[in-house]
């Protein structure tokens, strides 16, 4: 099988000759931006015998609000950036670039961040929670600016960057933010307008249930989230990968190593990479899985560490 074909199989839940593998990690610095950071993405999936690529945000994750956020009343004057932005247009133009050198051969998802992440990511997670609190219209009226932008955002990726698919974070979930009745009202309904599209656009867009800061989530919350696939933090939710795709109503599972600098896909020999790889595979079967990390892994990291999770599913086999 190619790289395309073995990432569709997967998704489909299809026999696979082998286990598709992806990780990938932030461009800090001077490569966060710009032409360095089309750079350093296309640097990073050359050196690496991955299965498919996912496109960082870096350097978009602050929304550039048209009035400065000081007083909760403040975010009920932004008003949208539009599609020809620097914000909208920037992320564009590094998915066209990227997608394509690669795209012929591996597919390509962009991170879409929803817009309960944008807010506090553009700000402070104390003063979106703060804020909320004290004015929740000005906060909706903020999501509804911000996805309006975003359903720009997909758009143009999709339509011209060509990208066959999107990574899609969620967050808001960890225990002691919302109960559930607060969630669905505060942020599932820009969670939807974001899935909503995304889905018009791709059967394969991934779900990322992201364990912010090490914190473990209500995952009943996203237990129906409509996508083929999911990744979760195994290492923090205490849900391994044959539990989760149980718990997840039987989707395509993404996932299985823990992407802290401890963790040992990090810190392991080639001999304890590959027997855990082994040992996942074994465990769950060939067949809907796709081998990652919680999350974005350590930018550092030896790449050979990567290189030994893929010779081991070569290894393994179909």
């Known amino acids: 099988m190619n790289y395309r074909e073995r990432f569709y199989a997967a998704m489909d839940q299809k026999p696979v000759d082998r286990v598709p593998v992806g990780f990938w990690h932030h461009f800090f610095g001077e490569n966060w931006t710009g032409q360095n950071n089309i750079d350093s993405h296309i640097r990073y999936y050359k050196a690496l015998d991955l299965d498919f690529l996912k496109i960082m945000c ?32 920037g992320q564009i133009e590094r998915a066209k670039a990227i997608n394509d050198v690669f795209q012929a051969d591996k597919v390509c998802l962009y991170n879409v961040f929803v817009p309960f992440t944008i807010i506090r990511h553009s700000t402070s997670n104390e003063l979106v929670m703060a804020h909320l609190a004290e004015n929740p219209e000005a906060i909706h009226h903020a ?12 758009r143009g990726l999709m339509d011209e960057a060509g990208c066959d698919a999107l990574y899609l974070p969620l967050q808001g979930a960890e225990y002691g933010r919302f109960t559930r009745e607060q969630y669905d009202e505060v942020v599932r309904p820009y969670d939807k307008l974001i899935f909503d599209l995304s889905n018009y656009y791709s059967d394969y867009n991934i779900a990322h249930l992201c364990a912010w800061a090490g914190n473990p989530n209500q995952l009943d919350f996203w237990r129906d989230v409509p996508v083929k696939c999911v990744n979760w933090a195994v290492s923090i939710e205490n849900l391994g990968l044959p539990e989760g795709r149980k718990f997840f109503g039987g989707r395509t599972c993404l996932g299985g190593f823990d992407n802290r600098p401890q963790g040992l896909l990090n810190t392991g020999t080639e001999a304890e990479i590959k027997a855990y790889t082994k040992g996942l595979i074994k465990a769950f079967g060939t067949t809907g899985l796709m081998l990652g990390a919680d999350c974005t892994i350590p930018a550092d990291i030896d790449y050979d560490h990567i290189r030994w999770v893929i010779e081991a599913t070569e290894e393994y086999g179909g």
């Not at 000081?70 to 975010?75: P, S």
């Not at 004057?77 to 247009?89: A, F, T």
């Not at 999501?143 to 997909?154: E, Y």
């Open 58 to 89: 870096d350097g978009f994750f602050e929304y550039p609000f048209s009035t400065p956020i000081k007083t909760a009343a403040d975010w009920g004057r932004i008003r949208p950036l539009g599609k020809d932005s620097d914000w909208v247009r």
């Open 143 to 154: 999501m509804k600016v911000i996805a309006s932008d975003s359903i720009d955002l997909i």
